[in-house]
């Protein structure tokens, strides 16, 4: 433990867990308040042929936080980056219902490809995202492009009108 005028060991894990939790996306905070590290312990008693599997959860620290980052996002080598900017490119929202969810992963790709120099610039990727919106939210796609200069778009403008439009037809499906 570490004793001292700033405090014991808890205090700092605490205050790294929340340094990590307040500079990541509200998605990715999620995803990290959820993470489980588990342990599977398997026993097995002499002459038995029966194995007893216990699992453990251990509390999740900085650390495993921090690495999970570096996994997910982390420098890649190899075929890897172009492989993610191929999924960026390629990728489609599907009208399902859960199109809010779906915008984490063209964000996480982008993020992953800047990180490895696969680089659009904000405006493009903005751009990008706009125009793989499925058919259904064509509206978005219109009055934005014709209201706004195209290096002025923003994707949390999109993320925000897509959302209530989504919400807007959940409504009116549920009232008939």
Known sequence: MLDGP????PDSEQK?????LKTVL?????ELMGLKISHVLTTQAEGSETAT???????TTA???WTHLQTKFGKKAGLMPLLDYKALVWF??????????????????YSVCSLNDFILKDW????????TLPETYSNITDSLLSSADVKELSFNVIKAK????????CNNQREQ
Request: with cysteine.
């Open 6 to 9: 700033r405090g014991t060991w």
């Open 16 to 20: 790294a867990k929340g340094l990590l």
């Open 26 to 30: 509200q998605s990715l905070r999620r």
């Open 53 to 59: 599997t216990t699992t453990h959860d251990e509390p």
């Open 63 to 65: 650390y495993t936080m």
């Open 92 to 109: 489609n929202f599907v009208d399902d219902g859960t199109l809010e969810a779906q915008f984490n992963k063209p964000l996480d790709a």
């Open 124 to 131: 493009q990727f903005t751009s990008l995202t706009l125009l």
């Open 162 to 169: 897509v959302i209530d439009q989504e919400a807007c037809c």
